[in-house]
């Protein structure tokens, strides 16, 4: 399958040029404006490799890295390129300190990224299995193309039900709490509409009892998928 980047970055010219060069190039491409709408899409989808601006406002790309490179992300393993227009040494080396597989000062020749691109790729090699199918009950939830089937015929889950449940599957057992739930998700939700959104799972699931959906007293909740 052919690789897929994420290019985050605030300026929708500059990303709109790297979504089509990189297309040419045979990669496929996903774009976000901001960290947040990069949080969702990093929950929605398994990337080989982030192009990630450094200068963003509100959360910048050197707080969405280090938020990535913590020990319980589940992003931690992803490469990251940076792009920044600072050139200094001191700024490359906070860069690579913070965890970026490698740094791009602009502007730059676009074949100097697909270039830089290929080389962390074959350093990395991150293509990690997101996961086997998880079978709950009836129901089976491929957690890679993060769909739910039931005897074969996919059962619609919307945007946010793939984005919790996948972010669930990622991590079998592991109690989350709401705003963790939230934060993961990337774009503004309480912690009320977590339990909507799990409640609709669970009929979807016919899972109204919780038995795989289930709720962690003082805690929040987990996938418990059949053994």
Do not use: W
Request: with cysteine; glycine share 4%; aromatic share 6%.
């Amino acid at each position: 399958m052919l690789p897929l980047v994420l290019i985050v970055d605030d300026d929708m010219r500059l990303r709109d040029l790297l979504r089509k060069f990189l297309s040419d190039y045979n990669y496929r491409v996903q774009t976000a404006s901001n960290a947040a709408q990069a949080r969702a899409q990093l929950a929605a989808q398994q990337f080989d490799i982030m192009i990630l601006d450094i200068m963003m406002p509100k959360e910048s790309g050197l707080e969405l890295l280090s938020s990535m490179r913590t020990k319980q992300s589940s992003y931690k393993q992803i490469p990251v390129i940076l792009l920044s227009a600072q050139d200094g040494l001191d700024e490359k080396i906070h860069g690579l300190m913070s965890g970026a597989d490698d740094y791009l000062t602009k502007p730059f020749e676009p074949k100097e990224l697909i270039a830089r691109i290929e080389t962390v790729l074959r350093r990395t090699s991150i293509r990690q299995p997101v996961g086997i199918d998880l079978r709950l009950g009836e129901y089976i939830f491929k957690v890679e193309k993060s769909a739910l089937y039931k005897n074969n015929e996919e059962v619609r889950l919307t945007s946010t039900e793939q984005i919790v449940l996948r972010i669930l599957a990622q991590h079998p057992y592991q109690p989350f709490t709401r705003s963790d739930l939230a934060q993961r998700i990337g774009f503004v939700i309480s912690d009320r509409s977590i339990d909507v959104q799990i409640n609709r799972l669970r009929r979807k699931l016919e899972d109204e009892a919780g038995k795989y959906l289930k709720t962690i007293r003082h805690v929040g909740y987990a996938l418990c998928p059949d053994s």
